[in-house]
């Protein structure tokens, strides 16, 4: 593929990559040795530059890395999730040291968001079977939240800065409001069961000897970035769906199956409304369109359409795990990074079907 960028994490496999909300030439990643299964992190700060990618700095941590995300108020600030629970931020004007770091979660922290509205506190899930709420500025976290399950991931609304999301083992989307009072519910306002099936009688599971859509670990979720009611889930069982949290007893809205593995990661295009990016264990990032986007989200959505494969990317040789979109320019870069050691940057747009 023309106008393919790599860079080699050599020695550590990759588990995250996040672009800066500041700056369109610089990227993260945090990834692990040995797989994450057992050694050291390193935070990379990569440069996109005239002569490809380079490293600006990269700092150890002494446990693995499983998730990294940018401060959304200074530029040079970025939190890291770790393998021992810890949550560690990392000012890139600071040589060596994280300037800030708790140490609440009792297992692996798994994914860290920061909020894109208030954009003064951040969110943590860990395999412990809860969500924190932080603020740099504190050192403690300002709230948990349960989920009484392995939670993969975590994630604020970008349209509120008091809807917290997440997914975990048990197959269920929930969301919390953080208005509503902590007395009722701990602040749970939905709990969506992820394998429930479509309304629509037409979609039917994968498989010949299947009549139901059997509960699977999930793994990924996000917002649509245009469709405040609007969110993405994937995981085990490799079927990306999409459901309206307005209905959340009607079941999925779209149903994108096609991933051979389980899918790692997802993430809606900042600049489409109805298109989103998967990472798999398959060795593919694909990028889908919801479907939504004939009758303008309304008659999709009312009929469940199954969504559709516009392509897919294929030079990973190891489970992808990471992606996520520039916010800037010309719509349609993206990095990738996987256990290969590997982060591309490349375009959507060369890997789509004309």
């Known amino acids: 593929m023309s106008g393919m960028l790599e860079y080699?994490?050599?020695?550590?496999?990759?588990?995250?990559?996040?672009?800066?909300?500041?700056?369109?030439?610089?990227?993260?990643?945090?990834?692990?040795?040995?797989?994450?299964?057992?050694?050291?992190?390193?935070?990379?700060v990569l440069g996109l530059t005239a002569n490809g990618i380079q490293a600006e700095k990269w700092y150890d941590t002494q446990d693995s890395l499983y998730d990294t995300a940018w401060s959304e108020a200074h530029?040079?600030?970025?939190?890291?999730?770790?393998?021992?629970?810890?949550?560690?931020?990392?000012?890139?004007?600071?040589?060596?040291?994280?300037?800030?770091?708790?140490?609440?979660?009792?297992?692996?922290?798994?994914?860290?968001?920061?909020n894109l509205v208030s954009k003064d506190t951040f969110a943590s899930s860990s395999w412990d079977g809860t969500i924190k709420i932080w603020s740099p500025q504190r050192s403690a976290s300002i709230l948990t939240l349960p989920t009484h399950s392995c939670t993969y991931s975590t994630a604020f609304s970008p349209h509120s800065p008091s809807l917290v999301s997440a997914v975990s083992s048990d197959s269920h989307l929930r969301i919390f409001d953080l208005r509503t009072p902590s007395s009722a519910s701990n602040h749970l306002v939905a709990l969506i069961p992820i394998h429930s099936a479509p309304s629509a009688p037409h979609i039917a599971p994968l498989g010949s000897n299947r009549n139901a859509f059997l509960p699977a670990e999930c793994l990924a979720h996000d917002w649509n970035k245009y469709r405040d009611s609007v969110v993405a889930t994937a995981g085990v069982d490799r079927i990306i769906r999409t459901f309206d949290i307005r209905s959340p007893t009607k079941g999925p809205v779209a149903l994108l199956p096609g991933h051979e593995y389980a899918v790692r990661r997802l993430?809606?295009?900042?600049?489409?409304?109805?298109?989103?990016?998967?990472?798999?264990?398959?060795?593919?990032?694909?990028?889908?369109?919801?479907?939504?986007?004939?009758?303008?989200?309304?008659?999709?959505?009312?009929?469940?359409?199954?969504?559709?494969?516009?392509?897919?990317?294929?030079?990973?040789?190891?489970?992808?795990?990471?992606?996520?979109?520039?916010?800037?320019?010309?719509?349609?870069?993206?990095?990738?990074v996987g256990w290969d050691e590997r982060l591309f940057v490349w375009d959507v747009r060369a890997v789509m079907s004309s």
Request: hydrophobic share 40%; with cysteine; charged share 20%.
């Open 75 to 114: 530029e040079n600030q970025i939190v890291v999730g770790c393998g021992d629970g810890s949550v560690k931020l990392f000012d890139i004007s600071v040589d060596e040291f994280p300037v800030q770091s708790w140490q609440e979660h009792n297992r692996e922290v798994f994914s860290v968001f920061w």
């Open 8 to 44: 080699r994490t050599q020695g550590y496999n990759g588990y995250a990559v996040k672009y800066s909300p500041f700056f369109d030439s610089r990227i993260a990643v945090a990834a692990s040795a040995h797989f994450g299964l057992v050694g050291n992190g390193r935070l990379y």
């Open 267 to 336: 993430a809606w295009s900042p600049h489409l409304s109805d298109v989103l990016l998967s990472a798999s264990y398959d060795m593919t990032c694909r990028v889908w369109t919801d479907g939504s986007s004939m009758g303008a989200g309304t008659a999709a959505e009312q009929n469940n359409v199954t969504g559709k494969e516009l392509g897919r990317m294929g030079r990973h040789t190891e489970f992808v795990t990471g992606v996520d979109w520039c916010l800037f320019g010309a719509e349609g870069w993206c990095a990738s």
